[in-house]
C-alpha cells in the first residue's frame, strides 16, 4: 500500500468509481433468473445498460495513463527502464492475479468431498486479463509511438478485427453466430475447451485473445480524452468537442450496426465506438456536474471506489467465490441460502437487486475505511 501524494483528477475517479460500483451491482444478484433486464447483458447482438461497464473500465485505464504519460518526455534513462519495467510487472500481475481468481479457492467440492481443482481446467482469460492485455500494449504504444499514430492504429486494428471475424470464421459458417465465430476458433487453437468460459451453453470466452484487439481501441480513446482534457482545461469550449464526439461516435456506431452489429460478446467495432460514444457524453455530464456547476457532494460516495478501483473489484470477486463456496449442512451455498433468507422475502427481483446492494455497500465501507486512513493499493 502506497500514500497518495499526487493531485487527482476528481472527475476522473467518480467516473472510475461509478464503473466499479455498477460492476459489482451486476455481478453479484441475489438470484441470476429474477434479475431486472437492464442489469444484464445483451444475449447476443443488441446493448443493455450493463455492456457499458468493462469497456468504461478500460476507458478510464486510458484516461489515467494520459496523466501519467505527461511526464515520460522529460524523464532520465534511469527513470525509462523503471517505466518499463512497471508497465512489464502490472501487466503481468494484473493477468496472474486474474487468472488465479478463477482458480480460487484451488480446491472444490465433489461427492461430499474437497479435491484438487484441476490447473487444467482454470479459465486463462477473463476480465482483468484483458484489462492488462490492454494496459500492456496502450502503455507501450504510447511511450514508443506518438499518440496521433497510435490513434491511426487503433483504427486501424477496428477495420482488421472486421475482417478477421469473416476471414477467420470457419467456411459455410456464420461469421457472427456463437457457433462460427472466429473468437470462439482461435481461443480453441490456442488455449483449448477446458480454459475457456462454460457460462454461454458451451465453451466460448467473451474475453477472448482476438476480441482483445477491438477493446484496445477503448483503452486508446480514453488516453485521447484525457490528453485532451490536460490540454484544454475546465474550457466550456472542451467541454462541447467532448459532447460533440461522443454524439458523433455514436451516429457512427449506430451506422455501422447495420453491416457489423453491436456485440459485446464479441467486442465488435460497432460496439467500440458505441460505448466509446457513451463514456465521452457520461465523463463530460461528470465534469460539467463537478467542474463547472460545482456540484460534488454526491462525488465522495463513487471516489472511494474510484481509489481503489482493482482492490474493490477482486475483494466483491472474493466474497461472491467464498459465499458459493462454504455450504451449510445440507450442501446449500452460502450465497443462495443468505439470498432466499434475508433478500427474497422482499420479493424476487427486488430481493434479487438488494443482494448486490448489500455486497456493493460492503464493499464500499471496506474502501471508505482505506481511504480514510489513505492506503492505496497499487500494482
Not at 487468472?99 to 474437497?114: I, R, S
Not at 474493490?312 to 461472491?320: G, T
Amino acid at each position: 500500500m502506497s500514500q497518495m501524494n499526487a493531485v487527482r483528477f476528481q472527475a476522473l475517479d467518480v467516473f472510475r468509481g461509478m464503473t466499479v460500483c455498477f460492476m459489482i451491482i451486476v455481478n453479484t444478484p441475489g438470484d441470476w433468473s429474477v434479475t431486472f433486464s437492464p442489469l444484464l447483458h445483451a444475449s447476443w447482438h443488441g446493448f443493455t445498460p450493463t455492456d457499458l461497464v468493462f469497456p468504461s473500465f478500460l476507458f478510464a485505464v486510458g484516461n489515467a495513463m494520459a496523466f501519467v504519460a505527461a511526464r515520460w518526455p522529460a524523464m532520465s534513462q534511469a527513470a525509462v527502464l523503471a517505466v518499463l519495467k512497471k508497465i512489464a510487472k502490472r501487466t503481468i500481475l494484473i493477468f496472474l492475479l486474474g487468472y488465479l481468481m478463477y482458480w480460487f479457492p484451488f480446491v472444490k467440492h465433489e461427492g461430499g468431498q474437497l479435491i484438487a481443482a484441476p490447473f487444467g481446467d482454470t479459465r486463462v482469460f477473463g476480465v482483468l486479463q484483458r484489462i492488462a492485455l490492454c494496459y500492456g500494449m496502450a502503455a507501450l504504444l504510447f511511450y514508443y509511438l506518438k499518440p496521433r499514430t497510435v490513434y491511426i492504429l487503433a483504427a486501424a486494428g477496428l477495420l482488421l478485427y472486421w475482417g478477421l471475424l469473416y476471414w477467420l470464421a470457419p467456411a459455410g459458417a456464420d461469421a457472427l453466430n456463437l457457433q462460427g465465430n472466429a473468437v470462439l476458433r482461435v481461443d480453441k487453437w490456442l488455449i483449448g475447451e477446458s480454459h475457456m468460459y462454460k457460462g454461454e451453453g458451451i465453451p466460448f470466452d467473451p474475453e477472448g485473445l482476438l476480441s482483445t484487439l477491438p477493446a484496445l481501441a477503448n483503452t486508446v480513446a480514453g488516453f485521447a480524452a484525457g490528453r485532451y482534457i490536460q490540454q484544454q482545461g475546465k474550457s466550456y469550449e472542451g467541454l462541447a468537442r467532448l459532447l460533440l464526439w461522443g454524439f458523433l461516435l455514436l451516429c457512427l456506431a449506430y451506422a455501422w450496426n447495420l453491416v457489423f452489429p453491436i456485440n459485446k460478446k464479441l467486442w465488435t467495432s460497432s460496439f467500440v465506438l458505441h460505448t466509446v460514444g457513451l463514456d465521452l457524453l457520461v465523463l463530460a455530464s461528470i465534469m460539467y456536474i463537478i467542474d463547472f456547476k460545482g456540484i460534488n457532494r454526491w462525488a465522495g460516495f463513487f471516489e472511494v471506489f474510484g481509489k481503489n478501483p482493482l482492490f474493490i473489484y477482486l475483494l466483491s470477486e472474493l466474497i461472491a467465490i467464498l459465499l458459493w463456496f462454504f455450504q451449510r449442512p445440507d450442501g446449500t451455498p452460502y450465497y443462495s441460502w443468505l439470498y432466499k433468507a434475508v433478500f427474497e422475502p422482499a420479493g424476487p427481483y427486488i430481493g434479487s437487486l438488494l443482494f448486490a446492494l448489500a455486497v456493493m455497500m460492503s464493499c464500499w465501507l471496506c474502501g471508505y475505511v482505506m481511504d480514510k486512513r489513505r492506503w492505496y493499493v497499487r500494482v
